[in-house]
């Protein structure tokens, strides 16, 4: 007779490396199944490559095989090394300088200066990020915050859900709901030949609304944990995370902050700004930023009187850590790898294109969001995607009386707010890696505000739809 008082095994989400391998599959079958097709491809007036509207032909697809299905990865891990990379570099950098304790005693400096008003930061930090993102398109630049907000937050009492939203949600709602981004709006009023200032008010607003929901929410969250930590989905993980990072929230405990931890935290603040400028100045991206945190890494150690063998070490071991979130970025866009293999890719977004074009003015709007953000999963690049769908939804969208600044917005929308999630997004992967927060748990929290997002975004684009003049 079986024991009864056996229990049952509880049921655990597959790892994020098999959700992603099992897309992979079901993409490689569909291969079999979506017909080819392709638009031309022209370059416009500022030398960029975009899709030619109404160009869309039948070709002969070229079905993905087992053998095509397994060497994705490897394509896809190769296409993305440059992110992949960066991410093992930027990992191992953070591991040496943590090892000085200099951030912690930093951290631990700040949570005495905010004693009972822990909350403040909140709102700084996010209305900062979120003022970055929308006007200098900050998205990659952010990853390295997180290895900093995290041991903050955690240190206030907080989760890491917290200390990473802080900075990656604060910048992902600027970049979405921008008013400037050059990466976004800049490149989509260049193809749809829109004048740079129509609709910037109208913008104002949404982004000013909309990163004051981000701040509200996530304040109102952060207190939550704080009342009652257990009611944090990550309390054991961070648990384990306080004792790595030796965080102690005790009265009266005394962190030493000498000398060397204020030039470590110098450096790195140094290093930080040397990178916005880099960015700002010289369009500086992933490579550039890798070797400044590698530099950053070095010094550090050197300032903290460790050996050569001791930084090399502590690099391979923050690396280490992190190669589960590099593996996940190749992975996923060995998605993209095999669509575009197989020829299908651009059927894909005809298709789409041909299901919102019966529909009426408002529900038009309300598909070509759902569109854009479909096809954010395949085309995580902001510039890539306006090349791709700008010159079809635009003539689209007019078709309804949608004028080009609505469907500007909606790319906006499409592109940005469903990086919190997707995870072919390199920055959330990375993010995720550095704040050492696991992708299925950060995915439970974040779908209950994607989906109040999008809502959201559906409130934000009605007006704009109904009343032209409003992005005029």
Wanted: neutral net charge.
């Amino acid at each position: 007779m079986k024991d009864v008082n056996v229990k049952k095994k509880k049921f655990q989400v597959p790892h994020t490396l098999t959700i992603i391998f099992t897309i992979l599959a079901i993409v490689a079958l569909a291969t079999w199944i979506i017909p080819g097709g392709e638009y031309k491809r022209a370059e416009n007036n500022e030398g960029k490559t975009i899709v030619v509207a109404d160009s869309f032909e039948y070709i002969e697809s070229s079905p993905r095989s087992i053998g095509d299905l397994f060497m994705a990865p490897l394509k896809g891990f190769a296409a993305k090394a440059d992110v992949a990379g960066f991410i093992l570099i930027v990992g191992g950098a953070f591991a040496i300088i943590q090892s000085t304790n200099a951030i912690n005693a930093g951290i631990m400096k700040v949570v005495k200066a905010f004693k009972g008003r822990e909350l403040l930061l909140i709102p700084i930090v996010v209305a900062l990020f979120s003022l970055a993102g929308a006007i200098i398109g900050m998205a990659e630049e952010t990853i390295p915050f997180a290895a900093i907000f995290v041991p903050l937050a955690l240190a206030l009492g907080y989760d890491s859900l917290t200390g990473m939203s802080m900075s990656f949600i604060g910048a992902t709602v600027g970049f979405s709901a921008a008013m400037l981004n050059p990466f976004t709006v800049g490149i989509a009023k260049g193809i749809a030949e829109t004048p740079i200032k129509a609709g910037i008010a109208y913008r104002t607003v949404v982004w000013i609304i909309m990163t004051i929901l981000a701040i509200v929410y996530l304040m109102y969250y952060a207190n939550k944990v704080k009342k009652n930590p257990e009611s944090s989905i990550l309390y054991e993980h961070d648990l384990k995370r306080k004792q790595e990072l030796n965080i102690t929230q005790s009265e009266g405990v005394e962190v030493k902050f000498d000398l060397r931890h204020k030039l470590i935290l110098l450096t790195l603040l140094g290093g930080l700004a040397l990178i916005i400028f880099g960015v700002l100045k010289y369009e500086w991206y992933i490579n550039e930023i890798a070797a400044v945190f590698l530099g950053l890494g070095i010094i550090s150690g050197f300032i903290g009187k460790m050996s050569t063998n001791d930084i090399v070490e502590n690099f391979v071991l923050g690396a280490k850590d992190l190669l589960g979130a590099a593996l996940i970025v190749g992975l996923a866009n060995a998605i993209v790898i095999l669509l575009i293999d197989a020829k299908v890719m651009d059927t894909i977004l005809y298709s789409l294109a041909k299901v919102i074009e019966p529909l009426p003015n408002l529900l038009s709007g309300y598909a070509m969001l759902v569109v854009q953000s479909i096809i954010n999963f395949f085309v995580g690049s902001g510039t890539g995607q306006a090349a791709l769908t700008i010159p079809i939804m635009y003539p689209l969208g007019e078709l309804v009386n949608i004028n080009r600044e609505t469907t500007i917005l909606i790319y906006q929308f499409g592109n940005g707010f469903t990086d919190l999630i997707f995870p072919t997004s390199g920055t959330l992967m990375a993010t995720l890696g550095l704040a050492k927060v696991p992708y299925d748990k950060w995915a439970k929290w974040i779908l209950k505000v994607v989906i109040a997002l999008f809502i959201i975004q559906l409130i934000m684009i009605t007006p704009a739809i109904l009343f032209p003049g409003l992005l005029s």
